[in-house]
């Protein structure tokens, strides 16, 4: 399968099952998609010479003869469930401060009562974590809400246990927290810059697309706190990971303005989001918006690839792309891994296959207090990779987003093997247009 397309004035060819990436001209690309057993209309290469066609169509030829252009599909392993855990999501508030329109969390509450985890608990899931974990030594914590700095203590003394346990069970912790820098004190940056090795906050861009949809319990615009908190935490931060993430909706399609905004603010790691609601929301993208949003990838492109030979240099999440590299293949195959690799805990105790089913009965996996935990439904979702998608399979970019998001599936599709096309669709721009930028910077 090879997939041909034109982005940022130039067209370019993918191959899907080889990962090569050529920049063509538009006449390889006409012979590409005509490529036998297709028969070209007489008048598709009217416009060329019979000595360019002749030229074009060998070159094509020799890419295919090399197996780098219309390579074939290369067995894949059945997808198997070992047990082994790596990664957890410790959801240990169900509270915050904002009341976030598009939130899925409800508020940070999940739908349940407003309260926070324990310390009890949150050792009983590192435990876990440790037990599941077998012989893998990096393991992954995310502390996340509802807004974690409601429960701070909490995470300070989790992190403190975790490290206490490193050197006993041949074990690395990584922490990542996300936050909506709401309140952000001093001594929680400086906990974040010794402890935290991914730190994530919460700004939408400007302040009225970020005040209209992200206010406080009392229904305030939050955009100044966060703002200035923001920028206090990206001063001591240093060159230590971090993100800006936003969500933008269909009150702010224009959502290149607000990336831009974030970056002219002082921020030069950032991603946007496309939210993602029940299509009769007054926030919901649904299809007929998808034209609109896709332009606004190859505006942003543009001035990404500008803005990165300034002083304005920045990257944004969704074109940081590893044409050619990235993850092995039985990472391209299954993704995130939520509901197997990777699993959440919420301040009950009960497990789920990630932080987006919390609070959903049917998904509870067991609990870290009890010690009870059915595998189930880890299997269900071990047993379920590209490989179980029919549509995914047939889809030239299969391999970067491996099938899209569990909850996506369950919540719009009913089905955890069928994706929710919304967000293909708009993966599908953000990966040519990281092609393009790639091939603009020079390093393809």
């Not at 909850?407 to 708009?426: H, M, R």
Request: proline share 5%.
């Amino acid at each position: 399968m090879v997939h041909t397309f034109k982005c940022l004035d130039r067209f370019f060819a993918l191959d899907v099952e080889s990962g090569s990436v050529f920049e063509i001209d538009e006449l390889t690309k006409e012979i590409i998609d005509f490529y036998p057993p297709l028969v070209p209309p007489k008048e598709a290469f009217s416009c060329y010479s019979e000595a360019e066609v002749r030229e074009a169509r060998a070159e094509v030829d020799e890419l295919v003869g090399q197996g780098i252009l219309f390579a074939p599909e290369p067995p894949h392993g059945k997808p198997h469930y070992n047990g082994i855990v790596k990664a957890l999501c410790l959801n240990v508030s169900h509270n915050c401060s904002l009341r976030c329109e598009y939130c899925f969390a409800d508020g940070g509450s999940y739908s349940t009562e407003r309260r926070n985890m324990s310390f009890e608990v949150a050792k009983a899931a590192i435990d876990m974590l440790i037990q599941k974990s077998g012989t893998r030594r990096n393991l992954e914590v995310d502390f996340f809400g509802g807004e974690p700095l409601l429960n701070m203590d909490v995470v300070k003394k989790t992190v403190a246990y975790a490290r206490g346990k490193e050197r006993e069970h041949n074990k690395n912790f990584r922490f990542t927290i996300t936050t909506n820098a709401y309140s952000l004190p001093d001594e929680d940056i400086d906990f974040f810059n010794r402890e935290m090795y991914n730190v994530v906050l919460s700004i939408d861009g400007r302040k009225e697309v970020h005040n209209r949809v992200r206010k406080t319990a009392t229904g305030e615009g939050s955009f100044d706190n966060v703002l200035s908190n923001a920028l206090r935490f990206r001063a001591k931060r240093g060159d230590k990971q971090y993100y800006i993430r936003g969500t933008y909706t269909a009150l702010n399609k224009d959502f290149a303005t607000d990336v831009l905004f974030l970056n002219d603010a002082g921020f030069d790691q950032i991603s946007m989001e496309p939210v993602v609601l029940p299509p009769e929301h007054r926030l919901a993208i649904g299809e007929s918006d998808l034209s609109e949003l896709t332009e606004q990838y190859e505006i942003l492109a543009r001035e990404y690839i500008e803005r990165r030979k300034t002083d304005k240099w920045f990257n944004f999440f969704h074109f940081m792309i590893d044409i050619s590299g990235g993850p092995c293949e039985s990472k391209r195959l299954v993704g995130c891994g939520a509901g197997n690799e990777y699993l959440a805990v919420a301040p009950s105790g009960n497990i789920y296959p990630c932080h987006q089913f919390d609070g959903k009965p049917d998904y509870v996996i067991g609990n870290v207090m009890t010690g009870e935990f059915d595998e189930t439904i880890p299997r269900k979702f071990a047993s379920c990779n590209l490989t179980t998608k029919p549509e995914c399979m047939k889809c030239w970019a299969k391999y970067y987003c491996s099938g899209g998001c569990a909850a996506n599936s369950v919540n719009f599709c009913g089905d955890i093997n069928v994706p929710y096309t919304i967000t293909c669709a708009l993966m599908k721009k953000r990966i040519e247009c990281a092609v393009a930028i790639k091939a603009i910077e020079g390093k393809i």
